[in-house]
């Protein structure tokens, strides 16, 4: 019965997905296109006592069939010095979602926190991560007192191993609302959403509420530093809520090609300790 419910759930998200979309279709004028490739490493015990380093690395395809509206791909490959925790979760060069990933088995207190026997929990793991499809519109344009509004969904494929603790093996899906918005040369942005994860046999999941916010000033045409706050709820059962901060720089090196890198450090402890990251990507 709680798989149906779990089916049913991720059912919903597709379908709201495709009825949300659908209207920005019909109306979709010529498209454009980007690619990236980031590099991200975090490090941290997620309340198990064992210190676990993880390297994310996302290949990500993004079109933009109008103005508004977006999809994109991301493919990960995840390497994890241990077992200990199901690594990928809270990482991600974009400030959205602090869950969109694997989940970090972090609780509130020690010990082993997957599946994972304690013989083999030193072990060292690899391979292709969960991969995830969003989609986003930007429901209202910014004006002078009101910012620009953006929903966004996505939806998790279980491409990631479970049995070598990469991937929790189900279905995730979410959705959030976005806004944006400009004071001169200074910008705000945050989001707030809500993800419905799939039951796992790797780690006792739990639907959550996840969170950025933030800012940056537009010092130069090309140079763009940011602060961010990113979050969430417990993301499975008797865990610590998550809770990192972010300063970011995103520097855009010709018309077609930026750069965006960020140094994290982890304030609640099912958070890592300490990341950071930095991607290429390539706008058509």
């Known amino acids: 019965m709680k798989q149906?419910?779990?089916?049913?759930?991720?059912?919903?998200?597709?379908?709201?997905?495709?009825?949300?979309?659908?209207?920005?279709?019909?109306?979709?004028?010529?498209?454009?296109?980007?690619?990236?490739?980031?590099?991200?490493?975090?490090?941290?015990?997620?309340?198990?006592?064992?210190?676990?380093?993880?390297?994310?690395?996302?290949?990500?395809?993004?079109?933009?069939?109008?103005?508004?509206?977006?999809?994109?791909?991301?493919?990960?490959?995840?390497?994890?010095?241990?077992?200990?925790?199901?690594?990928?979760?809270?990482?991600?060069m974009q400030g959205q979602p602090a869950g969109t990933g694997s989940v970090m088995a972090a609780m509130g207190g020690s010990g082993l926190r997957t599946s994972a026997p304690a013989e083999s929990v030193g072990t060292s793991q690899y391979g292709l991560g969960d991969v995830k499809l969003r989609a986003g519109y930007v429901l209202y344009t910014e004006e002078k007192y009101v910012p620009a509004i953006r929903p966004n969904l996505y939806v998790k494929?279980?491409?990631?191993?479970?049995?070598?603790?990469?991937?929790?093996?189900?279905?995730?899906?979410?959705?959030?609302?976005?806004?944006?918005?400009?004071?001169?040369?200074?910008?705000?942005?945050?989001e707030v959403g809500y993800t419905l994860q799939g039951k796992s046999s790797v780690v006792a999941v739990k639907d959550y509420l996840y969170y950025y916010a933030g800012g940056g000033y537009q010092l130069t045409e090309r140079l763009r530093p940011m602060l961010f706050v990113k979050g969430s709820s417990p993301t499975v059962e008797g865990a610590s809520p998550l809770l990192e901060a972010r300063l970011r720089v995103r520097y855009q090196l010709t018309e077609h090609t930026g750069i965006d890198g960020y140094l994290a450090k982890g304030i609640e402890k099912a958070s890592p300790d300490y990341g950071t990251g930095l991607a290429l990507s390539y706008e058509f």
Request: hydrophobic content about 45%; aromatic content about 18%; proline content about 5%.
């Open 157 to 190: 494929f279980p491409t990631a191993d479970k049995n070598r603790f990469l991937g929790t093996g189900a279905f995730d899906g979410g959705f959030a609302v976005e806004l944006t918005k400009w004071f001169g040369d200074w910008f705000a942005d945050g």
């Open 4 to 92: 149906f419910c779990g089916s049913a759930r991720l059912f919903t998200v597709l379908a709201a997905m495709t009825i949300f979309l659908f209207p920005a279709r019909v109306h979709a004028g010529e498209p454009g296109y980007s690619v990236g490739l980031g590099f991200e490493f975090a490090s941290g015990e997620y309340g198990t006592g064992i210190r676990t380093d993880s390297l994310y690395v996302p290949f990500t395809a993004a079109v933009y069939p109008t103005e508004r509206l977006d999809f994109s791909l991301e493919i990960p490959f995840i390497y994890q010095s241990t077992s200990a925790v199901v690594a990928g979760q809270f990482m991600g």
